[in-house]
Nanobody, 127 residues
Framework: QVQLVESGGGLVQAGGSLRLSCAAS????????MGWFRQAPGKEREFVAG????????VYADSVKGRFTFSRDNAQNTVYLQMNSLKPEDTAVYFC????????????????????WGQGTQVTVSS
């Protein structure tokens, strides 16, 4: 069982930056692929970034590539999403997730391959 708690969301102007954190409970954190997803009002939840348990694979959605950076600190049981050059279309509730599937491109991108989810943190980017 893994419990995930996101933090770091807020209101920022376009072009600004935020860093989201996701703290995980449990001693097996390093056994999980980790992912960030987001859901904007009236839209389906979508993939943002994913990282394999060994951190040897990081995948980004095309919409955030070059602007967002995903990192993990296994010693602190925490993952981070550094978001730069934010745009109004980045406005959404951001969720982190943990999954026990193999750490391959196929699994780290698919939300249904994740087992545990946080409650989400709101990110609002004003124009």
């Amino acid at each position: 069982q893994v419990q995930l708690v996101e933090s770091g969301g807020g209101l920022v102007q376009a072009g600004g930056s935020l860093r989201l954190s996701c703290a995980a409970s449990g001693r097996t954190f390093r056994s999980y692929n980790m992912g960030w997803f987001r859901q904007a009002p009236g839209k389906e939840r979508e993939f943002v970034a994913g990282m394999s348990r060994n951190a040897d694979l990081t995948v980004y959605a095309d919409s955030v590539k070059g602007r967002f950076t995903f990192s993990r600190d296994n010693a602190q049981n925490t993952v981070y999403l550094q978001m730069n050059s934010l745009k109004p279309e980045d406005t959404a509730v951001y969720f982190c997730a943990a999954g026990s599937r193999p750490g391959t491109y196929y699994y780290v991108r698919r939300q249904y391959e994740y087992d545990y989810w946080g409650q989400g943190t709101q990110v609002t980017v004003s124009s």
